[in-house]
């Protein structure tokens, strides 16, 4: 028999359980009563048309703006509304649309900056090396030059150079908008091989937006399509393919 003060066995909360969320910019109302999760050490893709909603689902999460109704949980956690500076300390990490980095400064100034003001303070010197190292044997090309300005590099380069960012702050979930827009083909496998190396080997949890539907069902273990603001699909890559892509998209 449960009583109301015997502890109850909880099911293991998801590294993010996004419910019901409302968001917009002002009277225009975007996202209308989303949810999703993200388990642990899982890679899920977030697809949809362009403007259905994707890149403000992702600033709700972080704190960039703030939901008027519905739930974010960081490992069961509430944060919702909380400050960007909140949810990157409690270890989410957002890759922008269109790549975050200083072109002026050279690309080990940037990953110094990123550990300096991101995610946790005060990582210890060996961790912040182990991340460094990390994220330079994922990008052998930024390893090459790291005295070289970000400004200098390739769209590409400058991308390798946002996810070894965001790699600094060790985070517990990476969110990436359309990491692979503009790349060549080959640089998309190269960049969505990081991200799955990422998730796989050091476990972080990762939702990825993406256009490159093909590309990224080939790395995701789910997905989700949104649509005018509201979840149209949720499942497999193999169940996805299954399905007609005009009703979706
Ligand atoms: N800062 C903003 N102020 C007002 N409206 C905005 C703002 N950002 C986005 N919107 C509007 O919100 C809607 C959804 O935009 P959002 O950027 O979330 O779409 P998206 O799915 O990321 O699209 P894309 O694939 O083109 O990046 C669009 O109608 C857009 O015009
Ligand atoms: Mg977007």
């Given at each position: 028999m449960r009583t109301h003060d015997a502890p109850h066995a909880a099911a293991?909360?998801?590294?993010l359980d996004v419910a019901d969320v409302v968001a917009g910019y002002g009277k225009n109302t975007v996202l209308r009563g989303v949810g999703l999760t993200v388990g642990e050490s899982e890679l899920v893709a977030l697809l949809g048309h362009n403007g259905a909603g994707k890149t403000t689902l992702l600033r709700s999460i972080v704190g960039q703006v703030k939901p008027t109704a519905g739930r974010v949980l960081l490992d069961g956690a509430d944060f919702t509304g909380r400050p960007p500076s909140a949810t990157a300390v409690a270890g989410m990490s957002l890759v922008p649309q269109g790549h975050g980095v200083f072109p002026s400064l050279t690309i080990e100034e940037n990953l110094t900056l990123a550990a300096a003001t991101g995610?946790?303070?005060?990582?210890?010197a060996a961790t912040l090396a182990d991340s460094k190292a990390f994220a330079f044997d994922l990008f052998g090309i930024l390893k090459q030059r790291p005295k070289d300005r970000a400004g200098s590099l390739s769209g590409g380069q400058r991308q390798m150079l946002a996810i070894s960012m965001a790699l600094m702050t060790q985070p517990r979930l990476m969110l990436l908008d359309e990491p692979s827009t503009g790349l060549a083909p080959v640089l998309v496998d190269e960049v969505l091989a990081a991200v799955r190396k990422v998730n796989r080997e050091l476990g972080t949890s990762v939702l990825v937006v993406e256009q490159d539907i093909k590309r990224v069902l080939g790395v995701a273990d789910r997905a989700y399509v949104l649509k005018l603001g509201g979840l149209v699909f949720t499942g497999t890559p193999a169940q996805l393919e299954k399905r007609d892509w005009s009703e979706l998209f």
């Open positions: 293991q909360p998801h590294v995610g946790k303070r005060g990582a210890s």
